[in-house]
């Protein structure tokens, strides 16, 4: 025998399997518990505006109190590229009253030959701006159909609640338009305009 250089114990083996199979089932639990978080953290970030998310409240909140302090505030408008659209902010920016309701006005084109749906995401810059920032109505809230060359107005209204951060003197309100893949087929039926005629043609034969 040569001291100290013989078979390693057959109890070693087995030792280290197992160490293996825990690291597996630690790193699958892991995994699971990261993808089931996804959908909280989305309601989390909605509801304190955490992550560039702004704060939405219902469309006839009233009481608000006014301030005479003055905030700029940038429009920012983009669109992915798997969407056809042309997509702009109709100012690039204006000057508001903190808790004063204000209006911002995006335009949209769809210039293709189809029937398109979309979908708008916001942000809101700089983050910490974003749990001040309340929109009481957006065209972000639900999906957008524009049918083929059709046009639209999409306004968002919207307040800045008087105890915003004096060390914040300008907010950026970001969208940017993703085709909606998931939409279903009845979302482009119920807003084609052919579709009313269509059947009543059917109907006179």
Sequence with gaps: MRGGQGTPPPHAKPSHAK????LV???VGMFGFGFAMWPLYG???DLTGFGGRAVTVAADATGVPKSDRQVRIR????VNSGLPWVFQAQDKSATITLGQMS???YL???PSDEAIVGRAVYNVTPPEASLYFVKTECFCFTEQVLQARESREMPVY???QPDLPDHIREITLSYTFYRDE???ASALAANDPSSASGTAGNREE
């Design 103 to 105: 209006e911002a006005l």
């Design 182 to 184: 998931n939409a279903a």
């Design 19 to 22: 160490l293996v199979r825990r």
């Design 108 to 110: 949209a084109m769809n």
């Design 25 to 27: 089932l630690v790193a």
């Design 158 to 160: 919207y307040f800045i």
């Design 43 to 45: 309601v989390f970030c």
């Design 75 to 78: 429009f920012d408008a983009t």
